[in-house]
Nanobody, 123 residues
Framework: QVQLIESGGGLVQAGGSLRLSCATSGISLSTGGLGWFRQAPGREREFVAVIRGSSGRVYYGESVKGRFTISRDDGSNIVNLQMSSLEPEDTAVYYC????????????????WGQGTQVTVNS
């Protein structure tokens, strides 16, 4: 059984940082892809970042490039999202997701999802 459990969300001032973690079980981080998406109220789910299982290559959504960093700890089966220079526009529920297909920026191609963690950035 695959489980993805996010943690690390919270309230932060603009310009601050947060680190989200996704604890995984039932999947291998060396295959497929592990990604982060976010969804703000009234908006579609947005691609944030993904790390490919086979190569470790990373890809980012345009709105977070240069500010967010995705990484993985294979020993503990955890994928992290370090978020810096946060802006009020980053306020959303952040979801961890796993894809069997590797890299994808489309939420429709992800097979497993976590329950989400709220990130709120105050101006």
């Amino acid at each position: 059984q695959v489980q993805l459990i996010e943690s690390g969300g919270g309230l932060v001032q603009a310009g601050g940082s947060l680190r989200l973690s996704c604890a995984t079980s039932g999947i291998s981080l060396s295959t497929g892809g592990l990604g982060w998406f976010r969804q703000a109220p009234g908006r579609e789910r947005e691609f944030v970042a993904v790390i490919r299982g086979s190569s470790g290559r990373v890809y980012y959504g345009e709105s977070v490039k240069g500010r967010f960093t995705i990484s993985r700890d294979d020993g503990s089966n955890i994928v992290n999202l370090q978020m810096s220079s946060l802006e009020p526009e980053d306020t959303a529920v952040y979801y961890c997701a796993a894809s069997k297909r590797g890299y994808s920026d489309s939420a429709a191609l992800y097979d497993y999802w976590g329950q989400g963690t709220q990130v709120t950035v105050n101006s």
